[in-house]
Nanobody, 126 residues
């Protein structure tokens, strides 16, 4: 099992930036693909971005492509989500999730992730 803790959320104006962090405990974190998901009030949790265990394979939702960047530092057991050009529609609780995987392309399916953090709130004002 991997325990995950998100941080870095907050209130920002439209057009601003935030960097979310997902800190993991456990020696096997480097064997995990990690995804970021978000859930707005009244909506289903949706995929945002994911990165493979090596850091070389990433994938993004169309809605954030070109604005968000996912990265990881396995030495620090941390995955980051750099969010630029934020929009009010990016407002949500953001969750990171991990799954043991060695595939190059990380999964975008939330049901395939079995370790989740508690979430961090991101609010973008217009």
């Amino acid at each position: 099992q991997v325990q995950l803790v998100e941080s870095g959320g907050g209130l920002v104006q439209a057009g601003g930036s935030l960097r979310l962090s997902c800190a993991a405990s456990g020696r096997t974190f480097s064997s995990c693909a990690v995804g970021w998901f978000r859930q707005a009030p009244g909506k289903e949790r949706e995929f945002v971005a994911a990165i493979n265990r090596y850091g070389g394979g990433t994938t993004y939702a169309d809605s954030v492509k070109g604005r968000f960047t996912i990265s990881r530092d396995n030495a620090k057991n941390t995955v980051y989500l750099q969010m630029n050009s934020l929009k009010p529609e990016d407002t949500a609780v953001y969750y990171c999730a991990a799954r043991y995987s060695s595939t190059y392309s990380p999964s975008t399916n939330r049901n395939e992730y079995d370790n989740w953090g508690q979430g961090t709130q991101v609010t973008v004002s217009s």
